[in-house]
RNA sequence: GGAGGUGUCGCCUAGUACGGUCUAUGGCGCCCGCCUGCUAAGCGGGUUUCGGGCUAAUACCCGAUCGUGGGUUCAAAUCCCACCACCUCCGCCA
């Protein structure tokens, strides 16, 4: 939710940032309406039931005659609080609404556009030239199972299209990149989390999944649980409704969880391989800080990402995500794109986003700060998408023999070992 | 999953059998002041939280808030219903 100071105060900002979004400016309109309706709906309630508590008051007073006349009074005052309480909560519930619907607002600068409108703002190492090198790039899933590290077709029999398993070599890929960023997040001052998987829906929805997201969103129906397509999510929900004390900020979380996503909508898009998958595991980067440094910490988030992709040898593109395609929460947005050989393109592996209040005031997140109790900000970043990630490395580092150089940065977490090599799998 | 118990303003706690100055008690902690070579102790005052109003700012005023949501009633911490969390025991289980 965005501040309801703002709406009533500069309504025009509120707008510009609506169709920079691509979303419909009249719902600010209906929301200044609701804001009103449920303002002067809590005051006449208040009223009337500060009269009636002052009547309630002599009633317990008073005795005899006096008393029965109060009570055929105190009655019919009754029933009007009941019905101003009613419309008030009514009110309320409507403005409630309506204020979810509305995004975050969008930070200045911010490229306007779609998906297509996002701005490289810088590249990072060199992408291999193979055809120098004399030979043409396998792709990761080629790659994967000369190597026994990736198997699709048994994790299609098992779970279904988009599930795989890591064998072998995959695993150990999975885990060496796991205690690396987790030796990373350490060195960062991060606190390292295993926050669960399953939330109730108040965590989903605070976190702004529920939304234009929500068909991507597996739910557990006898339940009531969600499983979550990020750590975001249960990082974010860790300090719902819950004031924390300004001298303990910011704070650093880096949660590893599973994530798990429908991909509806994605049929026929990525199908090969791992790179479009139902479920992996993620470690996941979270802050929570004073707005005033959110964009601090914001490029610090990106700091660290472009710190580990560079720690793999990846070469890599940072981008300002377009207004467009932000999602509900955040206020801007930064992307990694990695270098992906067999489609001599940049991918995705990495996103980071400053969601300012947004998020804190959906889950009741605040801080008291010396000017008094305020909603804080929230950021996340992607840290360690696993499939991804093991599927850069294994295009980017892979040998015209089909072995694949292990990055040093690696190694220790390898037992030293410097490559993988193919193997007879069955 | 079964049986029982508990939930009060940071922490502990009084109040719930019998609804009405509960406008929630007391202690700890914390804040301010007094006293004082300095500290401690002592003494006095303040302290639930949130939203709103009014202020230059304090002060002050109004509403909500006793796990959550409903209900009964003129009136609910207190009575009724549902739900949630935690604790104990039993069962099951990585």
Redesign the pocket.
């Known amino acids: 939710m965005i501040d309801?100071?703002v709406l009533r105060t500069d309504p025009d900002r509120v707008r510009r940032s609506q169709k920079a979004r691509g979303e419909s400016v009249s719902l600010v309109d209906e929301l200044l309406a609701a804001d009103e309706a449920r303002?002067s709906g809590?005051?006449s309630?208040?009223?009337l039931?500060?009269?009636?508590?002052?009547?309630?008051?002599q009633?317990?007073?008073a005795t005899g005659d006096e008393k029965a006349a109060?009570?055929a009074r105190?009655?019919e005052?009754?029933a009007q609080?009941?019905q101003a309480q009613a419309d008030a909560?009514a009110a309320e519930a409507r403005h409630l609404e309506l204020s979810k619907q509305l995004g975050n607002l969008v930070i200045d600068g911010v490229p306007e556009g779609g998906e297509e409108d996002g701005v490289v703002l810088e590249s990072h190492g060199t992408p291999r030239d193979f055809a120098a090198e004399g030979f043409e790039p396998r792709d990761h899933l080629e790659l994967g199972e000369m190597l026994g590290a990736i198997d699709m077709e048994r994790g299609a029999k098992v779970s279904g299209s988009r599930f795989y398993y890591l064998t072998g070599p995959g695993a150990l890929l999975e885990l060496a990149l796991s205690q690396f960023a987790l030796s990373k997040v350490l060195e960062w001052g991060f606190t390292p989390m295993i926050p669960p998987s399953l939330v109730k829906p108040a965590a989903m929805e605070g976190t702004g999944f529920l939304g234009q997201a929500a068909q991507d969103v597996y739910r557990l129906e006898a339940d009531d649980l969600y499983l979550v397509g990020t750590a975001e999510v249960p990082l974010a929900a860790y300090h719902s409704d819950e004031?924390l004390d300004a001298s303990t900020l910011p704070r650093h979380y880096a949660g590893l969880s599973p994530a798990f996503r429908r991909e509806a909508g994605s049929y026929g898009k990525d199908t090969r391989g791992i790179f479009r998958v139902h479920w992996f595991d993620k470690w996941e980067l979270f802050v929570y800080c004073d707005p005033d440094q959110a964009e601090a910490e914001h490029d610090r988030l990106l700091q660290f990402e472009k710190e580990f992709l560079t720690a793999l040898e990846i070469p890599f593109q940072v981008l300002d995500v377009a207004s467009g395609d932000l999602g509900l929460s955040a206020a801007r947005k930064f992307d990694c794109y990695a270098w992906l050989p067999t489609q001599s393109r940049y991918r995705e592996v990495t996103s980071t986003s400053n969601c300012t209040e947004f998020q804190a005031r959906r889950l009741g997140i605040?801080a008291?700060f010396d000017d008094?109790?305020r909603p804080l900000a929230t950021l996340n970043g992607t840290l360690c998408a696993m499939t991804r990630m093991i599927i850069m490395l294994l295009e980017n580092h892979q040998q015209a023999d089909g072995s694949v150089r292990i990055p040093e940065a690696l190694r220790p977490y390898l037992g030293g070992r410097e490559s993988f090599t193919p193997v007879e799998v069955h």
């Open positions: 309801p100071k303002r809590i005051s309630f208040e009223t039931r500060a009269e009636q508590k002052d009547l309630g008051r009633v317990a007073k109060l009570l105190t009655k005052l009754a609080v009941k909560d004031i605040r008291r008094g109790v």
